[in-house]
């Protein structure tokens, strides 16, 4: 079997046209996906290797700084809360400044305190991002016995990889690390982060058994729908979502407002906000995101929830896709009850055809950003 992607676009940023090259997958590598309790639960699986996650993740990446102070207490016991309400899947990254300490904070609570069964259910998920030096089986044994070392685990349940430059092929070097690390039992599953369709291809091609790809996905940026969805339900390979409701962007908050005018909006004061209100400029502006927030208000006014809520429920019905992150203030505020409405939300013919009667008249991202990931490569 050969798969060829026939595509072509512009990155308007470096001003160049270039094509994807032919890449041929010798071997088919299989993902499975598995539903459990009503929608809530998801398995990934890759031949011997499986994982059950929540179908909503916790994002972690605002321990990182530019949101506020995280007080460790505070954010311990907010983790708690999320679990105890059967949201216990906790993304994190190494580089997310201390959210592995935490989670190993957390996780003792919950050994502690908690019953073994709900223990059973709790998965950590993080990334290694490496620096661009060669990628040996001792660097990355170490790396990630640090990561272990944080989150205080024998194995990582989810080790997330992203890289930088495709240019430098040792990604594949570091890939192959990681599956020995697997193998050895110090990882239980690993995955991908920002790869682009192209480079998942040649990930397959080589035999390295990934379970999923994290990528940025919302309604307005639905790029991964264009190329990433078809190899991945080829291959089986699944898309865990991020920025679904664009740092908060997509909320009644910035409903009915206008930016363009100083101080007659909310603040973009995160750094989320920030690189959304970029994605929708991007995109097709303010005027027409409005246009898109009062048909997301309609839908959930039709179903009594909220915006957010409609606008992760969409994302998770989409093609391939097997969970979606919300952030998580940890300790400031929490979204416990609008993530668990996910789950009970059937978006029908109507409000599809109604959400998608709007994002057509948006621009091609695909075209102006490039494929998944590329907005972290650009010059």
């Given at each position: 079997?050969?798969?060829?992607i ?47 996650i ?19 207490d ?68 170490d ?37 020995d ?38 309604i ?6 264009q ?13 865990i ?108 013919e ?30």
């Amino acid at each position: 079997m050969s798969i060829t992607i026939h595509s072509t676009f512009t990155n308007l940023s470096l001003l160049t046209t270039y094509p994807k090259p032919k890449v041929v997958v010798r071997r088919q590598v299989r993902c499975e996906i598995g539903m459990a309790e009503k929608d809530r639960q998801v398995i990934l699986k890759n031949g011997n290797d499986s994982l059950q996650i929540c179908r909503v993740l916790n994002g972690m990446w605002q321990t990182s700084g530019g949101w506020g102070r995280i007080d460790r207490d505070d954010a311990v016991e907010s983790m708690l809360k999320y679990a105890d309400a059967g949201l216990g899947t906790f993304d994190m990254s190494n580089h997310y400044g201390p959210a592995e300490d935490l989670y190993g904070i957390f996780i003792n609570r919950v050994r502690r305190e908690r019953p073994p069964e709900l223990l059973e259910n709790i998965r950590g998920l993080t990334k290694w991002v490496p620096p661009p030096v060669k990628m040996t089986s001792k660097f990355v044994r170490d790396s990630i016995d640090v990561s272990r070392k944080r989150m205080d685990v024998a194995s990582l349940d989810m080790l997330q990889f992203h890289w930088w430059d495709y240019s430098n092929s040792g990604y594949l070097d570091a890939l192959k690390h990681l599956t020995d690390l697997k193998e050895e039992g110090k990882i239980k599953t690993v995955a991908l982060t920002n790869f682009d369709t192209e480079r998942l291809q040649i990930i397959l091609e080589n035999e390295i058994p990934v379970v999923s790809n994290q990528v940025q996905h919302s309604i307005v940026d639905m790029r991964p729908q264009q190329k990433m969805a078809e190899l991945c339900q080829l291959m089986g390979v699944k898309l865990i979502t991020y920025g679904t409701v664009m740092g908060g962007l997509l909320s009644e908050k910035f409903l009915d407002t206008n930016l363009n005018i100083p101080f007659a909006g909310p603040p973009l004061n995160t750094p989320s906000l920030q690189k959304y209100k970029r994605m929708v400029d991007a995109w097709g502006g303010w005027s027409l995101f409005q246009v898109l927030l009062q048909t997301l208000n309609k839908v959930a006014s039709k179903h009594g929830v909220s915006i957010p809520t409609v606008a992760v429920r969409y994302i998770l019905d989409q093609q391939a896709v097997a969970g979606s992150m919300i952030g998580v203030r940890l300790g400031l505020a929490e979204h416990v009850n609008d993530t668990n409405a996910v789950f009970s939300l059937v978006l029908d013919e109507d409000d599809v055809n109604s959400i998608q009667e709007v994002t057509k008249k948006g621009k091609d991202l695909l075209r102006i950003i490039g494929d998944c990931g590329d907005e972290y490569r650009r010059a």
